[in-house]
């Protein structure tokens, strides 16, 4: 049913013509309104804890329960009313929040997202929580984690990051992405895309690329991973990195092992694990040097913009930092000030210490804080991002977590694959592949998180990785 | 559910994957046994039978209830063994017919054919009948339609078609479409279809054109209407007749009234009422000469195969008749021989007359006596369809009726706006499309297809519409 209602979403983001989606709305309604009466029915209930009662489940059968009781769990808890009043004022909040983008004025969306804030956090308290509300809405993307896990591994990252920003905007190495910005051929980064994928072992007998106003990866069957992009004329990266980024989420997809795929564990672990893998391959992989030794010189006589514009600067193109307001623009540096910007902000809201007609100064000066700009326009700040007209408070720190461990998968598969740069040069991603689907793909969801983590790397997260994959990357490149 | 069925059947056919294949058909597999449930639902027969027993109700009402009754009544008579085993059949079929059309041996596809009769006549049974074992399989195509009335209506085109077939072959005016199977740049095609479809009124506000291997036109939400075609580098005619046939079909889908359009009424009276609307545009419109005076000079530039090509020679082209093996193929006037020929030899497997052994030499016998030639190849004849290996027995005449419905649909159109050539000539089809939206298009399925071509027409249905057509047109054509 998770499939067909992703098929459904598919549709209305690469090909439904405008004038459906009213009736598709339906459609999904009465979709997913089936699977939450699936998932909340007291038979459901009665089979869950008779499971719970046996000790002769193997080790996935326990997974299995373990993940079906935490979601019953949740859907139960929730009164329809709620549930339908929440629907409601998502749709209500889109309209708002686009035209407050459009106009780029906060106003027009404040009383809504006051709105949510008060059912967001009447839905907390229904889901129940120890330590903090924002527990379980963490819980809804990153399940398993608390909020004190989080705010530990994440705080680990403020100092070295403002620092390591700072030292790079006073660093007498300057680089930009001008070369980017030049004219890039459409079909030309469309058939570039395509070779990406087929090198990196995605294969359209079980996938395709297609294109999107907003880039995402849906697994639509066991062995049906589908990808978009989009392809901006003037800037040659905004393919290129999305292109890999949702490839690394479709082979995690496609990775799972069969008899999990199409069961409640064949999603991945969590919303960071999730992302993990489309960082390592955009980020840990994709804008190494040794990734352009080899792909530069099929990408470059595809462009006249790059004639005479050699790896090395296209290397430094890929990986210029500079402070920025849009967090989907920003370069690895930045990125996660943008998420400790927002999660800042989101727990105060959660918590009624910020109100919404307070969030513009709000955010205003912890940009100011943690990038050292304030944007002007609220379009360039609080009202750049969906997520929270959607509900979805609570996701924006997995972007973080996937950052982080990425890094951390990274430096473990190094060890397993000593010659992985090696391989990264000749164009060679068999082996690389086949280790994060052994250690990570096929097992699904199966384990949390936090457990997969121990398992692959030895330990728990932790953000040293990632802070000194910075730190060695961005010293090197701007002689720090 | 229907549209989502829909949408994953499009999908499928346009964009999935093929690895992707089995757990798409566990997908549809789950959605039609739950609209195959609801459909036999005790409770729904109750409510079916509370309603009949109303006096009430309105028009569209009481005929939502008719058409209820007809599926619940069909649906609830057939055994689920019967059911599966049917399933079943259809999927080994597709393999042995796939196969054996590839080998053109016919006896690849036989027993799975004998078996194929067998459980058609077991269906026929539990489903009932008084006349004749095809009624209740026509019914499943061609609602409230006997076969007796069936057989009358196609038995007066034999004569005149054949008769007009064989002055045609005699005439001393030849024809060919020589023209057509030049070199046709795809895109080119492609950009000609986009424009046939802005022209006659199909809008990419409520609906798309994609490619697929076999073309076709599904209703996936009352403003959600998909057309496909395909393009061939050698035949121009392939594309644009194929999409000028299914913007009939989906100017019909989404021509709709709202009110009706997300019910069981939304679809067409019936196959042959659908097929008359693909027709009317594909031929009583799309092939005359009127037509491509409008459209031929937006046409030639576009190839280089036409430059010298005038109007006259293309028009001729179009219009070519001779007699040929595959019915995808034929032309207006040998069309309907090659579905007297299947809906002959189908009554006699029906009705236990002919055997599956013995159906390739039969074939070959009607062939000759209807159009003069015998295949060579099985795959040239007996195997050119996939329709019998689907068990879908009683389909076949839906096409002729089709073509005899759009003849005397367009008589009646041409009674009430006379100038209709005019308005062909002049590119304008809005008043057209309003006069099939008005009479035919909004009442969706209220009516069934002999009372809707009372009302429309005047008449009953009657084939002497669809022979003046012809005999007219292509005694110009050939000066007969």
């Known amino acids: 049913m998770q499939h067909v ?4 979403r598919w549709d209305q983001e690469t090909c439904m013509p405008p004038g459906a989606v009213a009736e598709r709305a339906e459609q999904l309604a009465l979709l997913e309104g ?9 038979e459901i209930g009665e089979l869950i804890a008779a499971g719970e009662a046996r000790t002769d489940l193997d080790h996935a059968d326990r997974a299995f329960l373990r993940e079906l009781r935490r979601t019953h769990d949740r859907e139960t808890r929730l009164p329809v009313d709620l549930v339908t009043a929440i629907a409601h004022q998502a749709t209500v909040n889109h309209a708002s929040w ?3 983008r459009e106009a780029s004025d906060f106003g027009l969306f404040r009383d809504d997202l006051q709105e949510t804030l008060r059912l967001t956090r009447e839905k907390a308290d229904h889901l129940g929580f120890q330590d903090t509300r924002y527990d379980p809405l963490l819980d809804d993307f990153e399940p398993w984690m608390s909020t004190a896990e989080l705010a530990a591994v994440l705080g680990a990252l403020r100092g070295p ?10 660093a007498a190495v300057t680089i930009d992405d001008e070369v980017l910005r030049r004219g890039y051929d459409v079909s030309a980064q469309r058939a570039f895309s395509d070779r990406l994928l087929a090198a990196l072992g995605f294969s359209l007998h079980t996938g395709r690329l297609d294109v999107s106003a907003h880039p995402f990866s849906a697994t639509l069957g066991a062995a049906d991973g589908r ?3 989009r392809f901006q004329p003037n800037l040659l990266s905004a393919s290129v990195f999305g292109t890999i980024h949702e490839c690394g989420h479709g082979l995690h997809g496609l990775g799972v092992a069969p008899e999990l795929a199409t069961s409640s564990l064949g999603d991945g672990a969590s919303l960071g694990i999730c992302e993990s893998q489309s960082r390592f391959w955009e980020n840990l992989i994709g804008r190494r040097r040794a990734f352009w030794e080899h792909f530069y010189p099929q990408l470059q006589p595809r462009f006249p913009a ?3 514009v050699d790896l090395d600067r296209f290397y430094r193109a890929i990986n210029a930092v500079k402070p920025s307001f849009i967090r989907v623009e920003a370069d690895e540096v930045t990125y996660n000030l943008h998420i400790l910007l927002r999660f800042s902000l989101e727990r105060r809201m959660v918590d009624g210490d910020l109100q919404a007609g307070d969030l513009p100064d709000a955010w205003r000066e912890e940009s100011r804080a943690l990038l ?3 944007p002007e326009r609220d379009a360039d700040g609080v009202l750049q991002d969906i997520h929270w007209s959607m509900f979805a408070i609570g996701y924006f720190p997995t ?7 990425s890094a951390q998968f990274h430096a473990a598969m190094a060890r397993d694959v000593p010659d992985w740069e090696e391989r990264v040069r000749g164009g060679r991603f068999a082996d690389i592949l086949d280790w994060l689907r052994e250690r990570i793909h096929r097992h699904g969801r199966v384990y949390p998180a936090a457990e997969l983590c121990r398992r692959v790397t030895g330990e728990a997260l932790d953000a040293r990785f990632f802070i000194d994959y910075l730190n060695a990357k961005f010293g090197e490149l701007y002689r720090l």
Do not use: C, F, K, M
Not at 35 to 42: C, F, R, S, T
């Open 5 to 8: 209602i992703g098929v459904l």
């Open 34 to 42: 089936q699977v939450h009466e699936l998932l909340i029915a007291p």
């Open 399 to 405: 972007y973080s977590l996937g950052n982080l461990y």
């Open 227 to 229: 990808l978009t992009t």
């Open 98 to 100: 686009v035209a407050a």
């Open 306 to 308: 790059l004639a005479g």
């Open 372 to 374: 050292g700009i304030v």
């Open 161 to 170: 990051l403002v620092d390591l920003l700072e030292r790079i905007t006073g």
